[in-house]
């Protein structure tokens, strides 16, 4: 599989006004790798995303997707996204919301493999608004499969769902990395980057300020508690 950089981000300042959103970013993911970044509300999460997705231009720095400008038409066409508020027609049965989707994309991942990875073969008929939070979120997550993507933007994709659906959602996200795509998820729940991530960053005031396995974010957070009790 394609173990290619996918994605960078070189010394990135990102400021709206007056709020320095990013202050030097860091970031590189290579295909086949899941990187999670932690970190509280208004660290810089989004920002981050944002930019590497080319919704926004930083004011300093390197930003770069396939070794190509996030805006440039032919990077955007190798990435998947699934934000956090995604509004589908309620009306419409699965199967079409994944055949429409596809069809934005000149080489498209055949709807039925897409439905299958993501768990959802078996709810093509429904129509999406009378599905359940778990599946309505599968399915977002086969929306994302279907342009063929190297390199897939993960929002907090299980926030809200129960155990069982989010156990469903990370064996399909396990599957798609397995086949070499990289991902860059963002989430508040530290079990969900031990079951995802081969890396985690964690981002605070605009920038990385740890970064490692999960093992050994869990073991320095373990020695800041003991270090903590000891005074
Ligand atoms: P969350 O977990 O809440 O999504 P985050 O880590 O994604 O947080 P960002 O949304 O990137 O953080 O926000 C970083 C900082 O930039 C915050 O202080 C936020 O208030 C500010 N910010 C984000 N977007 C804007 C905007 N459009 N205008 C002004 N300030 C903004």
Not at 55 to 84: K, N, S, Y
Request: charged share 25%.
């Amino acid at each position: 599989s394609d173990r290619s950089t996918l994605a960078t981000l070189r010394g990135v300042h990102k400021q709206y006004g007056a709020v320095h959103a990013l202050r030097g970013m860091e970031l590189s993911l290579r295909g086949g790798e899941l990187l999670a970044l932690l970190g509280p509300n208004g660290a810089g999460k989004t920002t981050a995303i944002a930019l590497l997705l080319g919704l926004l231009r930083a004011d300093q720095g390197e930003v770069a997707l396939f070794g190509r400008d996030p805006q440039d038409i032919v990077a955007r066409r190798h990435i998947g996204v699934m934000l956090q508020d995604a509004q589908l027609p309620p009306t419409l049965t699965v199967g079409e919301l994944l055949r429409q989707g596809a069809s934005y994309y000149p080489a498209p991942r055949e709807v039925g493999a897409c439905a299958v990875v993501a768990g959802v073969d078996d709810l093509l008929r429904r129509r999406y608004g009378k599905l359940s939070g778990g599946q309505q979120r599968r399915v977002q997550f086969a929306l994302a499969l279907v342009g063929n993507p190297r390199l897939l933007f993960l929002d907090e994709p299980t926030v809200g769902l129960d155990l069982q659906s989010r156990q469903g959602l990370w064996r399909a996200i396990r599957q798609l990395v397995a086949e070499g795509c990289g991902v860059v998820l963002t989430t508040h729940y530290l079990e969900e980057a031990e079951a995802l991530a081969d890396r985690v960053c964690v981002m605070a005031g605009g920038r990385i300020v740890s970064e490692g396995s999960v093992d050994a974010l869990r073991a320095r957070v373990a020695i800041k508690r003991v270090r903590c009790r000891s005074r």
